[in-house]
């Protein structure tokens, strides 16, 4: 459990999605309740998907304990691939929420900007 | 049967998510904004996946994957990459749509009350 393979990028990740919104994109969505909101709903369905994805009775990935920080919770779920995955869905997420500003600069999106 | 489950997971979160394009501005329903939002991450994260792969942090279990493969990983596994930021932005779209209209709603109620 050198942990480089997989928890090192995994906090990457999640690092480098932070500095592209502070520093880069500036959307504002860390501080909007809708985002948090979506967050809980994600992470709910990821431990179903990833849940399945995992299990070490018939695992459909399968990761090398070396690589990896050897905690799996809830069930199989490698820590890790919380960290993957909040930067994976949040990372599109301010691709997207960006364009929405760069559409109406003025007006904002009336669900988006308020929420 | 077995080798299209981890397709048929994907489908599966495609199909429970579909209707939350209808309680928002729609996320399918702008696709150029969508393949804006989705490219660049999607580059990069195949680009850690192909890496972690190569350098055997994860594999897959031949026996769950359908055997088509697209360079340096299985078809599901890029299709991951493309259904479950999709997932996460129709989350948002719906959250970001019930909560606008449920704001709505109190302004309309709040006017009728003579507030």
Same mark, same amino acid.
């Given at each position: 459990?050198? $942990?480089?393979?997989?928890?090192l990028p995994a906090v990457i990740s999640v690092v480098a999605v932070c500095v592209l919104e502070l520093a880069a994109l500036r959307t504002g969505l860390f501080r909007k309740?809708?985002?948090w909101i979506s967050m809980v709903i994600v992470l709910g369905f990821q431990v179903?998907?990833? $849940?399945w994805l995992t299990k070490l009775s018939?695992?459909?990935v399968m990761y090398n304990e070396k690589?990896?920080?050897g905690i799996r919770f809830p069930w199989d779920i490698p820590v890790?691939?919380?960290?993957?995955g909040w930067a994976l869905v949040t990372a599109v997420l301010l691709l997207w929420v960006k364009q929405g500003q760069r559409q109406r600069p003025e007006a904002g999106d009336p669900g988006e900007r308020r929420w | 049967m077995d080798k299209w489950q981890y397709l048929l997971l994907l489908g599966v979160c495609l199909l429970v998510t579909l209707p939350l394009e209808f309680l928002g501005e729609g996320i399918y329903r702008q696709p150029i904004r969508l393949l804006r939002a989705l490219a660049p991450v999607l580059a990069?994260?195949?680009v850690w996946d192909a890496i972690a792969i190569?350098?055997?942090v994860w594999h897959y279990n031949p026996r769950y994957v359908s055997g088509i493969n697209v360079p340096f990983m299985p078809l599901e596994e890029l299709l991951f990459f493309i259904v479950i930021p999709i997932c996460g932005l129709l989350t948002w779209n719906a959250v970001t749509g019930i909560l606008a209209r449920m704001a709505r709603m109190r302004r309309r109620s709040e006017q009728r009350s003579g507030r």
């Open positions: 459990m050198s $942990g480089l393979g997989y928890t309740p809708a985002y179903l998907v990833d $849940g018939a695992p459909i690589h990896t920080s890790e691939d919380f960290l993957f | 990069v994260f195949l190569a350098a055997d």
